[in-house]
């Protein structure tokens, strides 16, 4: 009885408390590394898409604009308000947008006069190698510039007018969901800033 | 002077005579699906060699102590507690990589490669020689997983480690990071191994009778072999 059953018993539970303690040590040294780390991250991805801006507000999310009456599309997350000499000079809008593979996040900043300083997509699952292109500046730097009067429209050549954006070869479904979530992220901030 | 030597063949077995790769076919989804490139190639191998390491060090320490009854709950323990602290320093020293890996590092938990060594050599060795086959494995694995990397990427993407070098030979073909050129350039490199590795003829490998002895049900990549997402 003791030699079948409770002994390997006793023995695995000692090996299990031993190995948790080793992991919580590791983990109680790692994790403000890693809090911090990715604390830089976000700061750092928001200086890409607005470069210009030299302080971040708080993030707001996507309910807490809601109630304030905004009008809020499905793909957006949250917003910071871009300052700069502590003047209000643009916005960066989270959105989460369906990719090919699943959830994408893309970071888009726009600034008050309505132009796309820069979009960058933080997270995403498309197929390595073609989907994943998606994330060059070859393909995002296509959105920056003044908002074109018409809408977004992804074709499969040479873009030729200013909404026109040309899809990556091969991953025209990755594609559309980046302009997808950019075109929220503008519907967003025309209705914080008000009028269109 | 014979233990050296002894150790010495120990770590060289893992690279040419058994490497995982090309000779044992172990490890296939790691080796597949994440060789897309070169760095990860290299990233995986090393973060599998850290985890190898420390648990066949660990399992060889505690072989003698955990009844037979519990030694795979025992030692899947092991493994697992090693593969989650090699993601908390990934996601430390190297973010950027630990991103590109992915659930790929988590799933080191499930390697075929881990547990075999822990089962044919860990639990019938002592703790030095269990260092030496790990590091042999692991420098079998990494080596091997770098090259399928490098020429996937290379014939794939056009670039090495990241740097364009075929810019102007041939203009680089999709296929070979896609699944379908994974497996192909996998069958052609272990073809290429095995006549190389065979040339030798030094077939007299210390476990070449229990290599498989675990077989495949005991195998914790069985269900998942070849599973590439």
Redesign the interface.
Known sequence: MYKEIIKPALILFLICIVLTAALAYVNHITKPIIEENQRLEEQETLIRVFAEADRFSKEIEADQLRENGFVVPDGVQKLYEAEKDGNLTGYVVVVSTKGYGGDMNILVGIDINQSITGVVITSHNETPGLGDKVTNPDFTDQFKGEIPKKVFSVVQRQASDDNEIEAVASATKSSRAVTDGVADAVAMVRSVIGGD | MAKKKKGFSVFINGIINENPTFRMLLGMCPSLAVT?MAKNGLGMGAAATFVLVGSNFIISL?RN???D??RI??YI??IA?FT??VQ??L??LL?ELN?QLGIYIPLIVVNCIIFARAEMFAQKNGPILSILDALGMGAGFTIAITIIGSVREIL??GTWMGYPVTVNLFSPA?FF??PAGGFMIMGFLVALFNKLANRKKNDNTIEHQDACAVGCPGCSNAAGGGDVK
């Open positions: 897309t505690i102590i955990v009844p009854k519990v709950p025992a323990t092991v507690t989650t602290i908390m320093l996601a430390v973010p991103k794939g993407s999709t990071i896609l």
